[in-house]
């Protein structure tokens, strides 16, 4: 089992920055691929961003590829999304998820096993 909090979530003008971080504990942190993904109102989860067991190697959506940047801290058993550039459609409650898996998967979020409770973005315009 591994447990993720995630933080850093809030209100931020179109334009603006805000970095998530997402700690985990239960389980080395190392032996997990790492996700972040978001879900607006109405809409279903989308996959944003992941990142390999050791960081070496990351994947982002179409959407945000620029303006958003992943990273993991296995030290700190912590990953991070750091959100440039903000647009009022990035507005949703994110979420980062966790996978055994080796490489960084398809970002389908039926790929991975565990799962933050969220934490709400919101950029007005």
């Known amino acids: 089992q591994v447990q993720l909090v995630e933080s850093g979530g809030g209100l931020v003008q179109a334009g603006g920055s805000l970095r998530l971080s997402c700690a985990a504990s239960?389980?080395?942190?190392?032996?997990?691929?790492m996700g972040w993904f978001h879900q607006a109102p109405g809409k279903e989860r989308e996959f944003v961003a992941a990142?390999?067991?050791?960081?070496?190697?990351?994947y982002y959506a179409d959407s945000v590829k620029g303006r958003f940047t992943i990273s993991r801290d296995n030290a700190k058993n912590t990953v991070y999304l750091q959100m440039n550039g903000l647009k009022p459609e990035d507005t949703a409650v994110y979420y980062c998820?966790?996978?055994?898996?080796?490489?960084?998967?398809?970002?389908?979020?039926?790929?991975?096993?565990?799962w933050g409770q969220g934490t709400q973005v919101t950029v007005s315009s």
């Open positions: 998820a966790a996978d055994r898996s080796y490489g960084l998967g398809t970002g389908d979020p039926n790929e991975y096993d565990y």
């Open positions: 239960g389980r080395t942190f190392s032996n997990y691929r």
């Open positions: 990142i390999s067991r050791t960081g070496g190697n990351t």
